[in-house]
């Protein structure tokens, strides 16, 4: 990205994060549910002030405008977004509450969240106001965000007055509101892309329902980009004349992610502005959510650490986020991809056989190895012999292995999703239709196939012929 520092301009529905902390220890006499003692609040700029927030944290000059009430939640907005460093133009509308977004956690769970909030249209006078400060601030940014949470700012006038902005990113919760606008990028979710379109999204592979449809969502937002976002599973970017070019994420809890679409979208404008590709942006925004999902509450990711987290090793051993991306440029490219799965603890000569039939099948061999705590769960006390972290090295030393990378879970279905091979590949004595994740492979266009192995070539075996030598043999 370009490193001039950008002027972005923010417009929306402004609201305060709160982030309450208890311990539950007993049970309420008026109700079965649990008496939580209060021990802490850890408030945030939320909504349109948090994609402000973040852009200053990435580099940005920022002048953000919206509305709030006379009321308390407004003088702390307003003093956290000072010590951020946004410049602020927030207009008051006697007796409107402030949105106020509280929620619960203990036990590092979410278990209750309380808002306070005015949803009506914000009234002519104050919209009059508001569009009078928006043609001097459009006119001298690099870029105009709009977080539309349809909380009332965001009236057909005010619209208008947007639609003159050169780099206009909108982030709404109904895009279809602002086709007349014809953005720069819109930024729906997956359930707002089912509603924009009208079609039936459920029990479908989303991924596919919005590949298949990439052209309709350009032509319903009327917009140059389309990012669809899908939270754990990552983004889709759609523009003309391109296939759809997908991120990837890793997945964390729901509440764990609470304001991490509005960090994507901050990066995402900025890099953009800053003259990045789209395909760029729309990576570094998902670089920049994946910073915030690991801290709780509501947070920022500042330059450095996007940065950071942007810079990647294209070494053999890769995070499946990455290693997702890897393989989709080289299924451009025209190239097959094989995939295979096992705990790989004590790698033997029928390994090596095994991976040496499975590379021949395709281009690329990508080996994912099950995570220590999967191992001990699918082979008892006492395995993994060798840590996760060496048996991928020893793995990655052999020439026809490609890629290696690691899953937690006891299957490898999530990997499965995100890398979709061509081929599928195990090793032992079944048939294919015997093998769990067959269907779900073949759902997802690929072929299933199942290699020979070579008698008395087993770690099991292995591991018992050394714990039965004598104490003294070494």
Known sequence: MNEKTVSAVVVGDVMLDSWLHGSAKRIAAEAPVPVIS???????????????????????????LGVVGDDECADLLTHLLQLYGVETELLTVPGRRTTHKRRLITGGQLTARYDEEDLEPIPPA???????????????????????????????????ALARAPLLVVDAHSVAAWRDCAPTAVLPNYDEVVRLLDDEGEGVDRVDFLMSRSERLLAATRARLVVTTLDGEGTLLHRRGHPPYRTYAEPAPQHMATGAGDTF??????????????????????????????????????RNELLRAMRRDDGVVQPPQRLAQLVDERRRRGERIVFTNGCFDLLHRGHVSYLEQARRLGDVLVVA??????????????????????????????????????????????????????????????????????????????????LGYLSDRSTTAIIRRVTSLPADSA
């Not at 900025?270 to 999902?293: F, N, R, T």
């Not at 290696?404 to 091979?421: C, G, K, N, W, Y």
């Not at 081929?423 to 073949?442: F, Q, S």
């Open 369 to 450: 190895v099950n995570s220590d705590a999967s191992v001990a769960r699918l082979k008892g006390p006492g395995r993994p012999v060798n840590p996760c972290e060496d048996r991928m090295s020893v793995l990655a030393a052999l020439n026809h292995v490609d890629y290696v990378t690691s899953f937690e879970e006891d299957t490898p279905e999530r990997l499965l999703r995100m890398i979709r091979p061509e081929i599928y590949v195990k090793g032992g004595d079944y048939t294919p239709d015997m093998l769990p994740e067959a269907p779900l492979v073949r759902a997802l266009g690929g072929e299933v196939k199942v």
């Open 126 to 160: 104050v919209e009059e106001e508001l569009i009078g400060r928006l043609a001097p601030a459009v006119a001298g940014a690099g870029v105009v965000v709009a977080s539309d949470y349809a909380s009332g700012v965001f009236t057909p006038r005010v619209r208008r």
């Open 38 to 64: 209060l021990e802490g609040t850890d408030d945030a700029p939320g909504g349109a002030a948090n994609t402000a927030a973040n852009l200053v944290a990435l580099g940005a000059r920022v002048r953000l």
């Open 265 to 302: 979208t901050a990066a995402f404008a900025l890099w953009l502005a800053g003259g990045a590709s789209p395909e760029e942006a729309a990576e570094a925004g998902q670089a920049a959510a994946a910073v915030v999902v690991r801290r709780p509450g509501t947070s920022v990711c500042t």
